[in-house]
């Protein structure tokens, strides 16, 4: 499996999913959305709305609105739980983090063609030990991030294509980062040039 250690910690994983890999687990993500709909966050405090759309799976899931960016166990709309994770999913984790337990939240998120998504931390977790694993399907995109985990600039990019899967652990966990914008074209996975990124997340602390 070859990767590029793009700062330490922070692990990029080109073609990480073969085509009928994509496809697959792109299959069972629709079956997630089907039962937990997308929905639309909003920022803290103002109630902007995020230009992404959200949904998750696992026991617990991310969700922001005016109270504040929280994990919860139920959908914000439905107030349904969330389905569990594919055992695909599980099995990524299970090779790429190198954590000895399994992730309890999976953030789905949907971008159109013109979604973006600023610089930010991946910081509302309890356990930092473990890492981020994200996984990219639909549109390329320019992925931005920081140089140290509590700086936001100056930043690099890289382009992560469907497939794709980075790593965010070790002196990096809490790397700024963001997605500044797709380019059209390169969607074959997803319609509409959009993206689906998935990022699976260890939350509660191990004893």
Known sequence: MAALTLAPGLVYYPDYLDQQAQQSLLDDIRDIVRQAP?????MPKTG?????????????GWVSDVQGYRYQ???PVTHNPWPPMPARLLAAWR????????PDACLINYYASDARMGLHQDKDEA???APIVSLSFGATALFRYGLTEDKPS??????LRSGDAIV???PFRLVYHGIDRLFPGTS???????RINLTLRKVTAVA
């Not at 090779?95 to 399994?102: C, H, I, N, P, V």
């Not at 100056?154 to 382009?159: A, D, E, I, L």
């Open 38 to 42: 997308l929905f639309t966050p909003s």
């Open 48 to 60: 902007k709305p995020f230009s992404v759309r959200m949904s998750n799976c696992g026991p617990l």
């Open 73 to 75: 166990p139920d959908h």
């Open 95 to 102: 090779e790429l983090s190198g954590f000895a337990a399994d």
């Open 127 to 129: 356990e930092f030990s």
């Open 154 to 159: 100056p930043t690099k990019s890289v382009r």
């Open 168 to 170: 965010f652990g070790g």
């Open 188 to 194: 074959t996975l997803v319609p509409s040039d959009g």
